[in-house]
């Protein structure tokens, strides 16, 4: 996780990812009546720099297998829509001289608007740790930021952990987000890091494969995200 990454995360976040709400007229059994679904779309400028364009409701288009369904709202995320839930997902197996990257974290979630409510928690044993809940004041959500681990557990799967916080976080008509932090490593399911030359060098040493294979539950674990209609942005740091 280099130091320019994390600088560029609060203008990434704030310029391309401006989401937006729906609800949609589907057809029932037994009636024809709307049927109102909660759902997060994102559209993404063509320049970092540039504005957003505008998303009309004709340009989105939503399929119930073969049959086209008629959007009858779209909402910005803006305003009095704007709320967001965001999770600070970090692994405890990264290796502690990602310390001096936290910093960055801490200054993103600083620069957050109110509309923002921000939780920290760390995986390990295939399950999330919160640290601190989700709360509107950004100063105390920094202050939860801490040194990973830095050691293993029985159960390491990154992968199992998004899984668990998903599944166990109370749904609402809200954005959710996660900030995963991680090496993608799923040590639960036997994959090794393998020293290679491979790669840019961040300073910790010989440059590592993260992913020898594919984990098993990487699949899974999109799959849920989007059922649950919890978007994930991943940042790689090194693991011990």
């Known amino acids: 996780m280099k130091t320019s990454c994390m600088k560029c995360l609060a203008p990434i976040m704030a310029s391309a990812l401006i989401l937006w709400g729906y609800a949609l007229s589907a057809q029932e059994k037994g009636g024809a009546g709307p049927a109102q679904v909660h759902v997060v779309i994102t559209d993404v400028g063509l320049k970092a720099d540039a504005e957003l364009p505008r998303l009309r409701q004709d ?26 839930q965001l999770m600070i997902l970090i692994d405890d197996t990264l290796d502690t001289s990602v310390g001096n990257n936290l910093t960055d974290i801490r200054e993103f979630i600083k620069a957050q608007p109110p509309s923002t409510v921000i939780g920290i928690a760390y995986m390990a044993n295939a399950t999330v740790n919160v640290v601190q809940n989700f709360t509107a004041d950004h100063e105390a959500a920094a202050k939860a930021v801490r040194l990973p681990r830095g050691g293993f557990s029985t159960q390491d799967s990154p992968y199992l952990s998004l899984i668990s916080l998903v599944k166990g976080w109370q749904q609402q008509n809200v954005r959710r987000e996660v900030l995963m932090v991680s090496d993608g490593i799923d040590r639960l399911r036997g994959e090794k890091p393998t020293a290679a030359q491979l790669g840019p060098s ?37 693991g011990v």
């Open 59 to 84: 340009e989105v288009k939503v399929k119930q297998g073969k049959t086209f369904l008629q959007v009858t709202q779209l909402i910005s995320a803006q305003g009095d829509n704007a709320a967001l």
């Open 202 to 238: 961040l300073g910790y040493g010989p440059a590592y494969h993260s992913m020898p294979t594919i984990s098993a539950d990487a699949t899974g674990a999109s799959e849920i995200s989007q059922r649950y209609n919890v978007i994930v942005h991943s940042i790689y740091a090194p």
